[in-house]
């Protein structure tokens, strides 16, 4: 029988094996210039990290999930960017992102956050009640993927931008 999956938030121990993971995850992806990990160190070396969490099962750390802010041109804030996201390949398909998604928008709301954006397939993250708005803008980038999800406050408008650890590649 499986052990349960566990949630947690992630722990300086865990940084080597989110590393590993991460490198993983994103091995075969596609729409992916595999600095994923760079950008989850880069994000941890600049306090950046508001969210961070492992799913664990086993005492093996399978899933990771990562929210940072983002700045909106209109000057609204408590705004967070979700992603990376990552499951060990031996366990995608199995719910794992969807349990770290749901938990860290349950954790974005904890923190008071007003709303957070995803780059992704519009599908998946859809039944998140992720959706594209026209009022917000990643530039350069197809709106139907990037998406928001509206928590609480004002609607902003405007562009988007990631935390500078975003360009991280190496």
């Not at 991460?22 to 160190?41: G, K, M, N, P, S």
């Not at 990552?86 to 794992?96: D, K």
């Not at 609607?155 to 590649?169: D, S």
């Amino acid at each position: 029988m499986t052990q349960a999956l566990i949630l947690r938030k992630e722990t300086a121990a865990d940084i080597t094996a989110i590393d590993q993971l991460t490198r993983a995850a994103f091995l075969h992806a596609e729409h992916t210039d595999h600095t994923e990990q760079f950008i989850v160190h880069a994000l941890r070396a600049a306090g950046a990290l508001s969210v961070s969490l492992v799913a664990e099962r086993e005492g093996a750390i399978i899933g990771h999930v990562a929210a940072s802010p983002v700045s909106i041109s209109d000057g609204t804030p408590r705004w967070y960017g979700l992603g990376p996201v990552s499951v060990a390949p031996g366990h995608q398909q199995q719910g794992v992102g969807s349990q770290l998604i749901g938990q860290l928008l349950d954790d974005l709301r904890q923190l008071g956050a007003a709303g957070c954006v995803v780059l992704g397939d519009p599908r998946y993250y859809g039944r998140f009640g992720f959706r594209a708005d026209a009022a917000l803008v990643l530039p350069g980038v197809p709106a139907e993927y990037f998406q928001a999800l509206h928590l609480a406050g004002p609607l902003p408008t405007g562009n988007v931008t990631y935390h500078r650890a975003f360009e991280a590649n190496s």
